[in-house]
């Protein structure tokens, strides 16, 4: 029996190839070499093979460039002379090159199209054209699914969600009621979406729940990293802006309204109620307290903690973040206070007495 | 097919509704307009529409009730006169007296109790009375399930475990064996429950793994969010307390006994045999070492530290967390020193000479 | 119908049973008292019953000790005279001890081989000897799966991965293609491995994804904590070194390379390219940046945040971790400092007058 689709996919060597002189043509570079050597697949230095391409951009990495069995290297100007491999193409930057590359090499597998016969669908649901809907997948009532939609094995999507065009719930994802996906947002492996938010109000001896009834809204071209958990609003909606990326493991609260194009790190909370401007960028494991604005363009450095509104456009950190300037100039501070402070302890008490 | 029962479940708009009059008496407030208005939602001032029902408590949103097109508002005493909608109900606290009118509006939809035809009920097991066990859940041997308990998709409840009545597992969420879950616990998705514990014995070159043979006891009235992770015992029990909410990605290490009514925000990190009184409170990201013991009523900050004990009824705060008057005079004197450490190193380097 | 195998486990009363002869030379103890008692079950002494074994080694638990219940109990010299029960085995380090009668009363539950029928296996998959693939887990196409290997409920194995003989997925875990995972590794509730990483490029108005080609390796004898995250390389690829062990809620970002017998505690987060060397330990919520290097056998405290390469052998601490002793001697300075600032202000202010 076929398991299909199988989770966020591109294989490791496809059935494509370029040839160095398509290589030169993808990337605007200028072939040095036999430009019908042919390559299948991407690998460092040093452990590319014959059918392989590499890139040289960093001087480190000449040792491994001399020995290298790459088929052809992408190879930043200042070293198009180096000791290495013949067959290679100048271009600046080549990792950034190297993207021109690598859809042509690892084109991702559609899933197959249609619903896997273990798939669960429930009354009411709407399913778009050309949708893959992977083994033991459950799509609640009244679910609507866009068109190309792939939703992964064991994925449960709940009672009435929307699911735009395009977009893909790789494996193991719960979306609850309340939720709406945009077009061309990816879900990884294990993210929660539209859970209810943190909320109790002590009474009768007991942390009384709040219901939760506001909704959680993902707009387009989203993406969240693996086991990340985004909550459904209390009364008012939480939201994602559109463009937006989450890595893993990141948690976002009831009501947290992020602006486009944000980019959120790993491990990065985020609490109740906080807004987040466009562009706003938070290092890995940041803190965002309740109730607070990150200005449009912001970036917090990481693991800094963030208790306090943040004007636009300015980089912040520190575990009572502020901005990252005074941070630097406090820790310099520290630094050297360590090698005085047993004088000036002598000093203020001598003056004392 | 349908698929049931399905997360976590609010309906966004069911089938009930409230006239004004009704909401009045609820809440204990005074109806100005007509009684006979009638409300099925909540929302926002900011997109409430005729038949949703809404709320003024700040002067901030002012403006947003004199355009609001809310059926129905709750109105705090000091803007009861203001400018707005006719149909309004005068009441202190608006958001807490709004958590009356919520289960009158949002009635949680409960499973249809059954068995799902492709959930697995192992040898041995015992179903209480109307149970709802979901498409995909697979519930071990000998595992007992009190009465009105709901087990969502793709759960697995494993050998043995007990879970007492109306408590509710959302989806995707692992119980270990060695696992006790108490009544109206509930466990949201993908959370894990009863995982061996981190401990190893470096021997023979390799870390040696402890065997966990210790329990993990949910008591009653537990809530744990999204992704979070409790492990079992190694040879004490791990316990969370009766009433005790714990948000997102929390991480619960072995031995840890958490007291009564304890409040763990997302992402908190408890170590191994650490103990919590009754009604402690640990912000965001907080992570605290292990063997310590931190007294009921205490509150932690957001993203502190606790290397040392705390006592009862205290608040701590810090990366090596320490009380919270005394982090704040830290932070304080911290700030102002940055404008004068180059003075005082030259005082310091002045006396030295 | 029968749900397996089942998670994770050990059973909590096996049918296996130990005399206290046999216990006392298990662990190279002297017997005293009856050496024909039975026991079957480890408990702490305050709850420990007449088939169980526990164990004294502080004097904090002596009153306990007095009144246990418990069957046999290991005690320390010290307290080999101490009033308690009559049967008992005089032994160093009981704790450790107790590690060599755990498997002998806690013989795991060996997962029954086979194949459930619910299970789904990909085209071209080839399956080991006594493979045990329990209920609805997806096995996709070529993928390969060594001997004895065990495959929990819900889990997804991606296309292509191997699996080496031995390893055990124990439930809801998610294999990305592009994972290659060794002998004996244990993966538990959650776990994702060969996830993207998290990479852009922003051309265009948007943050354009990086694609992620770069393979995953789990080397033999990894265990990883429930709902850990480890991200597949982007072109060269992510290793987890053998025998390193990961507690729960980790994240591992692209291109991560562990040494071998590395210990990474709950919550911690590693940048992408940064290189751990063997038997580094990091402690729980430690955030590490990119590209960096902690050398073989460093150790890191809990909550630091790494920004800077760290020798090997060394022990750092704090926030902008530097060698532990720094920052103690930083943070006893700022101690002082608070009581000395007002008086410092004095005196500066007074010299610039």
Known sequence: MTARPSPAGESRHGPLALTAAEVARRVGGTL??????SVRAVAPLGRAG???????????????????????????????ESEGPPCR???ERPPEAMLKVLPALYASTPAAPGVHATALIGRGAQLGRDIAVGPYAVIGEG??????????????????????????????????????????????????VGS????????????QKIPHVGRCLIEDDVEIGANSAIDRGSIDDTVIGAGSKLDNLVHIAHNVH??????????????????????????????????????????????????????AGETWSGT??????????????LARLAKIVKELERLVGKRGS
């Open 50 to 80: 014959a059918e392989e391409i590499s890139f040289l951009s960093s001087a480190a990495y000449l040792s491994d460039f001399r020995t290298t069995r790459a088929g052809v290297v992408l190879v930043a100007p200042e070293f198009a």
């Open 258 to 311: 992020l602006g486009k194009l944000c980019l959120i790190a790993a491990q990065v909370g985020i609490s109740g109620s906080t807004t987040l401007g466009d562009g706003a960028v938070l290092g890995g494991q940041v803190g965002v307290g309740g109730h607070l604005t990150i200005g449009a363009g912001a970036r917090i450095a990481g693991q800094s903690g963030v208790s306090s509104d943040v004007p």
């Open 89 to 91: 193409v100048i271009v």
């Open 32 to 37: 040095r070499g036999d430009g019908a050597v």
């Open 196 to 207: 209810d938010g943190f909320g109790y109000v002590y009474a009768d001896g007991a942390h």
């Open 320 to 333: 009572l973040a502020r901005p990252h300037r005074e941070t630097l100039v406090g820790q310099a501070a």
């Open 143 to 192: 679910a609507v699914l866009g068109d190309r939609v792939t939703i992964g094995a064991h994925c449960e999507v709940g009672r009435g969600v929307r699911i735009g065009d395009e977009s893909e719930l790789v494996s193991h994802v719960t979306v609850y009621p309340g939720t709406i996906v945009g077009k061309r947002v990816r879900l990884h492996a294990g993210v929660r």
